[in-house]
T-cell receptor
């Protein structure tokens, strides 16, 4: 499974944007970039995913480098409820496919009021 | 979004007994479900892939005779921890893969709330 590298922890202030980086230099052409987050004592929650183009949804934006070797999850205005561990995961994709999710260590985001 | 439910949310069992955890996809069919284990302050570790109507595929190092997985229907997978020991105490999480009917953006995996197992 292709590997991702994320900082262990990051801090943010409430109401400010947060940029969570992820490096995936060994990504293959069929790997989708997925982001999940996990609040304490809960299962992971899907945030966003993309292949080549930048993606936006109601939770966040995903900026993907042109060479696809890195990506950034953007939370436009951090709230206290966004404090969680954020996982960047590469997953084999394609219609009616989709491999398993292998979790790395993730980035623990803390948000200060 | 899609809902995946686990039951029970927490369970305490005696050492040597077996305990079953259920994972249900409530509003979609899931041909594939996944089981994870997570120890405190650690990441999720994939234990096995559960395929409806066939045997589960276990990750390396996971004892298939100890962690029995049954995926009897398109909405239900169960994990049974047999002959539980205190070291099996952990947070067990399931996920289900929702297959998109249209589009080429792949499919999404949704997670349950997790089940805390404590073996005393």
């Amino acid at each position: 499974d292709a590997k991702t590298t994320q900082p262990n922890s990051m801090e943010s202030n409430e109401e400010e944007p947060v940029h969570l980086p992820c490096n995936h230099s060994t990504i293959s052409g069929t790997d989708y970039i997925h982001w999940y987050r996990q609040l304490p004592s809960q299962g992971p929650e899907y945030v966003i995913h993309g292949l080549t183009s930048n993606v936006n949804n109601r939770m966040a934006s995903l900026a993907i480098a042109e060479d696809r070797k890195s990506s950034t999850l953007i939370l436009h205005r951090a709230t206290l409820r966004d404090a969680a561990v954020y996982y960047c995961i590469l997953r084999e994709g394609g219609y009616n496919q989709g491999g398993k999710l292998i979790f790395g260590q993730g980035t623990e985001l803390s948000v200060k009021p | 979004g899609a809902v995946v439910s686990q039951h029970p949310s927490w369970v305490i069992c005696k050492s040597g007994t077996s305990v079953k955890i259920e994972c249900r996809s409530l509003d979609f069919q899931a041909t594939t479900m996944f089981w994870y284990r997570q120890f405190p302050k650690q990441s999720l570790m994939l234990m096995a892939t559960s395929n409806e109507g066939s045997k589960a595929t276990y990750e390396q190092g996971v004892e298939k005779d100890k962690f029995l997985i049954n995926h009897a229907s398109l909405t239900l997978s169960t994990l049974t921890v047999t002959s539980a020991h205190p070291e099996d105490s952990s947070f067990y999480i399931c996920s289900a893969r929702r297959v998109r009917e249209y589009g080429l953006s792949g499919n999404t995996i949704y997670f349950g709330e997790g089940s805390w197992l404590t073996v005393v």
